[in-house]
């Protein structure tokens, strides 16, 4: 019916640099999953925007110290800077539940949203010859929807910062995740997420927020 047939000695080598790709993504995804929070929701939801002495406190406090640390945080900040968060959560609840039903929030692409906002464009890398595995031959996909690597097998996220455009580029892992890579061209990558820390969720009297955590640690 028209369908092109590859040679044997190309199907090797195609699924060869398929596989390189899919391991690669795997091994990037598992350096940085123990340091992700899990069991406690309001610390999987903020972990993103907090800064690190945040966390470092937060994890030293008692179930009770930490229901004041929660309240003491966003005290702390303006009301701005909690509504552009609760927004941005609701949108991560209802967008990206797919990755993760139970918590929506903790996944790559929600991580980066939270803190970052909306991209102000997302590019795809489009797998057009990516082929599957029929009868030992190799024949194209037929399967093209955005969510499967058939098709989209890369967003790039784009943001503006200063005179710079950061990426973020998200790989697709089946069935239904999208793994953050390492990219290039993103030398600024860490200013534009610590601008977002210290100017979007910034804290308004910092020497006396670290003064209540001090002694919200002492009672523990």
Same mark, same amino acid.
């Given at each position: 019916?028209?369908?092109?047939?590859?040679?044997?000695?190309?199907?090797?080598?195609?699924?060869?640099?398929?596989?390189?790709?899919?391991?690669?993504?795997?091994?990037?995804? @598992?350096? *940085?999953?123990?340091?992700? $929070?899990?069991?406690?929701?309001?610390?999987? /939801?903020? #972990?993103?925007?907090?800064?690190?002495?945040?966390?470092?406190?937060?994890?030293?406090?008692?179930?009770?110290?930490?229901?004041?640390?929660?309240?003491?945080?966003?005290? @702390?900040?303006?009301?701005?800077?909690?509504?552009?968060?609760?927004?941005?959560? +609701?949108?991560?609840?209802?967008?990206?539940?797919? +990755?993760?039903?139970? /918590?929506?929030?903790?996944?790559?692409?929600?991580?980066?949203?939270?803190?970052? *906002?909306?991209?102000?464009?997302?590019? #795809?890398?489009?797998?057009?010859?990516?082929?599957?595995?029929?009868?030992? /031959?190799?024949? $194209? @996909?037929?399967?093209?929807?955005?969510?499967?690597? *058939? @098709?989209?097998?890369? +967003?790039?996220?784009? #943001? $503006?910062?200063?005179? #710079?455009?950061?990426?973020?580029?998200?790989?697709?892992?089946? $069935?239904?995740?999208?793994?953050?890579?390492?990219?290039?061209?993103?030398?600024?990558?860490?200013?534009?997420?610590?601008?977002?820390?210290?100017?979007?969720?910034?804290?308004?009297?910092?020497?006396?927020?670290?003064?209540?955590?001090?002694?919200?640690?002492?009672?523990?």
């Amino acid at each position: 019916m028209g369908r092109s047939i590859m040679s044997n000695g190309n199907s090797r080598r195609i699924l060869f640099a398929l596989g390189a790709i899919f391991l690669s993504v795997l091994a990037l995804a @598992a350096t *940085g999953v123990s340091a992700i $929070p899990k069991k406690d929701t309001w610390y999987t /939801q903020h #972990y993103t925007i907090m800064q690190g002495f945040e966390r470092k406190a937060y994890r030293a406090l008692s179930v009770d110290g930490r229901k004041v640390f929660q309240e003491l945080f966003w005290a @702390a900040r303006t009301r701005d800077a909690r509504e552009t968060f609760q927004a941005r959560l +609701e949108y991560v609840k209802k967008n990206f539940w797919k +990755e993760n039903s139970r /918590q929506p929030w903790n996944t790559d692409r929600s991580r980066v949203y939270l803190l970052n *906002g909306s991209p102000a464009s997302i590019d #795809y890398d489009q797998n057009i010859s990516f082929a599957q595995a029929v009868g030992g /031959q190799m024949a $194209p @996909a037929t399967d093209r929807t955005n969510e499967d690597v *058939g @098709a989209n097998r890369a +967003e790039v996220w784009i #943001y $503006p910062y200063d005179k #710079y455009f950061i990426k973020y580029t998200f790989a697709f892992v089946q $069935p239904y995740q999208w793994k953050i890579t390492q990219t290039t061209g993103n030398r600024y990558l860490g200013e534009l997420e610590t601008f977002n820390k210290n100017i979007t969720f910034g804290i308004v009297d910092l020497e006396k927020y670290k003064q209540e955590l001090a002694d919200l640690q002492k009672k523990k």
